[in-house]
């Protein structure tokens, strides 16, 4: 991908096939389902769930979590929400990135979708400097319409000068109050961003994860 005075490079995850050449999308659905409290319940509530269930040595208090999360999840016709958690995944499992900020804990109406942006992850380099990714998903059958979409989705939350009124602003506010830690490095990291009377508040990048799905052409078997 070409994009005048900049170097990109764009990473694609695909499905695995099976032995017939096959995409197993309803193994992926299953993986989904079965981690829908890890994406909807913040690790905060699921760690104190798992402690009471080691207590009374019962899976009762993670089981209610697993349905409270499935309730979260919009019974609309038309929704986001599945791109949203890939999102997750993507982030979580393959790069590594915990998500500080969930919106589905932020909804107070579960046919109503929580505006902004997809989801807030955060990392921190070997240098101290606290890296803050704001999300946001496209699962379009067209790719390149997926990540031209993401991109201008993105570009306020990346470009906007300091001041109240940009784009981020809101989403820092509930990190300030809700963020959900449990990296000593990380909670370090954010307590210096937000005590703005110190030089160390300055030691922030914002960035984009931009992921997009679509369908891509296959190529035809050899014979």
Not at 42 to 61: C, F, G, I, N, V
């Amino acid at each position: 991908m070409l994009v005048d005075g900049h170097a990109v490079k764009i990473h694609c995850h695909c499905l695995a096939v099976d032995g017939n050449g096959r995409v197993q999308p309803h193994r992926l659905a299953e993986f989904m389902r079965n981690a829908v409290a890890d994406y909807a319940i913040p690790r905060s509530q699921l760690a104190k769930a798992k402690a009471r269930d080691q207590k009374y040595k019962s899976t009762e208090a993670v089981t209610a979590l697993v349905e409270q999360a499935k309730r979260s999840f919009t019974d609309l016709a038309k929704t986001g929400e599945g791109g949203e958690m890939l999102l997750f995944l993507l982030a979580e499992r393959f790069l590594k990135l915990p998500q500080i900020l969930c919106k589905m804990d932020l909804k107070t109406d579960t046919r109503m979708h929580y505006h902004g942006a997809d989801g807030v992850y955060a990392g921190v380099t070997p240098d101290g400097m606290l890296k803050l990714y704001w999300g946001e998903s496209k699962v379009y059958k067209n790719v390149a319409s997926a990540i031209q979409d993401c991109l201008s989705s993105l570009a306020p939350f990346l470009v906007e000068p300091e001041h109240e009124d940009a784009e981020r602003e809101r989403d820092l506010i509930l990190l300030s109050d809700k963020a959900d830690l449990d990296d000593p490095a990380l909670t370090d990291a954010l307590k210096r961003y937000f005590d703005k009377n110190s030089v160390q508040s300055r030691r922030v990048q914002y960035c984009g994860m931009p992921p997009a799905c679509g369908t891509a052409r296959r190529p035809t078997p050899l014979p």
